[in-house]
C-alpha cells in the first residue's frame, strides 16, 4: 500500500507534537513493507532531517535555510503536484490547509489532534478560519482518526453527521533519542512544566497554585521546557510574586528533554484541553512522576498513573504537587504505574491501527 503523507507540519515545525507523531507513523508504515512518502522537497523539521528530499543537502540549505515562507510555499506546489499524479492508495494530510481537495481523486484520511478551535475559540485569535478550513478537509476525508475518545466525542459535538467515519487511534511512544551525553547544568530540585504556556494551557493558574511551595522552598524550581522564551508579562509575574529566580526556561532538544524528564522530581500538566496529550507518554517512558488535570483527554491516557487537580483551582494545584513531593513513595509508585500505563500506547499498535484505517476506505 503506497501512503502520500503531504509536507505541511514538516514545513512549519521544527519539533512538535503533530510533526512527531507523523514522522513515526511515516518511519512505521515503512517498517512494516507498505510505502509511506513525505510530499517536501526541504524541511528543517529534526524528525526528518535524514529523509531523502531533493533538497536536503547543501543546495537546498544554500535556497532555502531559515527562509520558511519560501520553503512552504515550495513544499505545498510539490505537495499539489504529487495529488495531481495521483501515484499512491491513500492520501493523509498533516494539518489543515485544503489546498488538495480538487484536485484529490484517491482515498482520504485525517488525523484530528483535538477540536479546541471550535469549542474554546475565545483561546485563539484566529479560531474561526482554523475551524473552516478543517471543516472542508474533514468533509473530503473518506475517515477521521481521532487520537482519543474524548477527541471523537468532542468531534461529534460539532459534527454529529460525521460520526460515522471517525475511528479513534491512539499515539503510540516512539521514543525520544539518546545520541548525545546528559550534561546540562540543571538546578538540583525541580518541577518540569513541557510545552507552550498560553492560554488553555493554563500556565498562569499553575504558578499561582506552585508559588507558596516556592516561596517556601527556596531551593524548588521550576524548569519550563519549550514554549519559547518567558514573556514579559510571564516575567513581570514571577517578579510581582518573587520567585523570577526560581523560575526558568529551556529550548530542548530530545535528549535535553529526556534528561529534564529523568531528573525532574515531577512533571506537571494543568492543561485546560488537550487532545491526547503527548507528555504524559513521555513522563512515564523516563520515570517522572505525573500531577496533571482532571479535565479532556488527561485521565483517559494517564487512567491511574497521575495524581489530578481542578485546573480551575490554583490551591487544588498546588495541593496535589505538594502531595507529590512529599511523599517518596508515592512518587515510586506513580514511576511503576506510569511504566505499566506506557505499556497500552506503543507506536507498534498505533501504525497497526492506522493501517487498518487505510484499509477501510480503500
Given at each position: 500500500?503506497k501512503?502520500?503523507?503531504?509536507h505541511?507540519?514538516?514545513?512549519?515545525?521544527?519539533?512538535?507534537?503533530?510533526?512527531?507523531?507523523?514522522?513515526?507513523l511515516?518511519?512505521?508504515?515503512n517498517?512494516?513493507?507498505?510505502?509511506s512518502?513525505?510530499?517536501a522537497?526541504?524541511s528543517e523539521?529534526?524528525?526528518?532531517?535524514?529523509?531523502p528530499?531533493?533538497?536536503n543537502?547543501?543546495?537546498g540549505?544554500?535556497l532555502f535555510?531559515?527562509?520558511?515562507k519560501?520553503?512552504y510555499?515550495w513544499?505545498?506546489?510539490?505537495?499539489r503536484?504529487?495529488?495531481k499524479?495521483g501515484?499512491f492508495d491513500?492520501?493523509?494530510?498533516t494539518?489543515?490547509?485544503?489546498?488538495?481537495?480538487?484536485?484529490?481523486?484517491k482515498?482520504c484520511?485525517?488525523t484530528?489532534?483535538?477540536m479546541?478551535?471550535?469549542?474554546?475559540?475565545q483561546y485563539?485569535?484566529n479560531?474561526?478560519?482554523?475551524?473552516?478550513?478543517?471543516k472542508?478537509?474533514m468533509?473530503?476525508?473518506?475517515?477521521?482518526?481521532?487520537?482519543s475518545e474524548?477527541t471523537?466525542?468532542?468531534?461529534?459535538k460539532?459534527?454529529?453527521?460525521?460520526?460515522?467515519?471517525?475511528?479513534?487511534?491512539?499515539?503510540?511512544?516512539?521514543?525520544?533519542?539518546?545520541t548525545?551525553?546528559?550534561?546540562?547544568?540543571?538546578p538540583?530540585?525541580f518541577?518540569l512544566?513541557?510545552g507552550?504556556?498560553?492560554h488553555?494551557?493554563n500556565?498562569?493558574?499553575?504558578?499561582a497554585?506552585?508559588?507558596?511551595?516556592l516561596?517556601?522552598?527556596?531551593?524548588?524550581?521550576?524548569?519550563?521546557?519549550?514554549?519559547?522564551a518567558?514573556?514579559?508579562?510571564?516575567?513581570?509575574t514571577?517578579?510581582?510574586l518573587?520567585v523570577?529566580?526560581?523560575c526558568?526556561q529551556m529550548?530542548?532538544?530530545d535528549?535535553?528533554?529526556?534528561?529534564?524528564?529523568?531528573?525532574?522530581?515531577?512533571?506537571?500538566?494543568?492543561?485546560?484541553?488537550?487532545?491526547?496529550?503527548?507528555?504524559?507518554?513521555?513522563?512515564?517512558?523516563?520515570q517522572?512522576?505525573?500531577?496533571?488535570?482532571n479535565?479532556?483527554?488527561?485521565p483517559?491516557?494517564?487512567a491511574d498513573?497521575a495524581?489530578?487537580?481542578?485546573p480551575h483551582?490554583?490551591?487544588?494545584?498546588?495541593?496535589?504537587?505538594?502531595k507529590?513531593?512529599?511523599?517518596?513513595?508515592?512518587?515510586?509508585?506513580?514511576?511503576?504505574?506510569g511504566?505499566?500505563r506506557?505499556?497500552?500506547?506503543?507506536?507498534?499498535?498505533?501504525?497497526?491501527?492506522?493501517i487498518?484505517?487505510?484499509?477501510?476506505?480503500?
Amino acid at each position: 500500500m503506497k501512503i502520500l503523507i503531504d509536507h505541511q507540519m514538516f514545513s512549519i515545525q521544527k519539533y512538535g507534537g503533530i510533526s512527531r507523531y507523523f514522522a513515526n507513523l511515516h518511519s512505521g508504515l515503512n517498517k512494516t513493507g507498505h510505502q509511506s512518502t513525505i510530499t517536501a522537497l526541504y524541511s528543517e523539521n529534526e524528525y526528518v532531517k535524514h529523509e531523502p528530499f531533493l533538497f536536503n543537502n547543501n543546495i537546498g540549505r544554500k535556497l532555502f535555510a531559515g527562509k520558511q515562507k519560501k520553503y512552504y510555499a515550495w513544499n505545498r506546489r510539490y505537495s499539489r503536484w504529487n495529488v495531481k499524479r495521483g501515484n499512491f492508495d491513500v492520501f493523509h494530510p498533516t494539518f489543515d490547509d485544503p489546498y488538495f481537495i480538487k484536485y484529490l481523486k484517491k482515498p482520504c484520511v485525517v488525523t484530528i489532534h483535538d477540536m479546541v478551535h471550535e469549542l474554546h475559540p475565545q483561546y485563539i485569535s484566529n479560531a474561526a478560519h482554523v475551524a473552516l478550513r478543517k471543516k472542508a478537509v474533514m468533509e473530503k476525508a473518506d475517515a477521521i482518526i481521532a487520537i482519543s475518545e474524548f477527541t471523537r466525542q468532542d468531534i461529534i459535538k460539532v459534527y454529529p453527521h460525521m460520526a460515522g467515519k471517525i475511528q479513534v487511534v491512539h499515539h503510540g511512544y516512539w521514543g525520544l533519542s539518546n545520541t548525545a551525553q546528559h550534561n546540562h547544568t540543571l538546578p538540583s530540585r525541580f518541577i518540569l512544566y513541557v510545552g507552550e504556556r498560553w492560554h488553555y494551557k493554563n500556565f498562569n493558574r499553575f504558578i499561582a497554585g506552585i508559588e507558596p511551595l516556592l516561596k517556601q522552598d527556596k531551593s524548588l524550581n521550576l524548569v519550563c521546557a519549550g514554549g519559547k522564551a518567558f514573556t514579559k508579562d510571564e516575567l513581570q509575574t514571577f517578579k510581582e510574586l518573587n520567585v523570577t529566580s526560581q523560575c526558568h526556561q529551556m529550548d530542548v532538544t530530545d535528549e535535553v528533554l529526556q534528561q529534564l524528564y529523568t531528573q525532574a522530581l515531577c512533571f506537571a500538566f494543568p492543561s485546560l484541553h488537550e487532545g491526547f496529550g503527548l507528555p504524559l507518554l513521555e513522563a512515564f517512558a523516563n520515570q517522572c512522576p505525573v500531577i496533571c488535570s482532571n479535565s479532556s483527554c488527561l485521565p483517559e491516557v494517564a487512567a491511574d498513573a497521575a495524581v489530578y487537580f481542578d485546573p480551575h483551582e490554583p490551591n487544588d494545584i498546588g495541593q496535589a504537587v505538594k502531595k507529590v513531593l512529599d511523599n517518596t513513595s508515592l512518587q515510586q509508585e506513580l514511576k511503576q504505574k506510569g511504566t505499566e500505563r506506557l505499556g497500552h500506547f506503543t507506536m507498534d499498535a498505533c501504525v497497526k491501527n492506522t493501517i487498518r484505517v487505510y484499509q477501510s476506505v480503500i
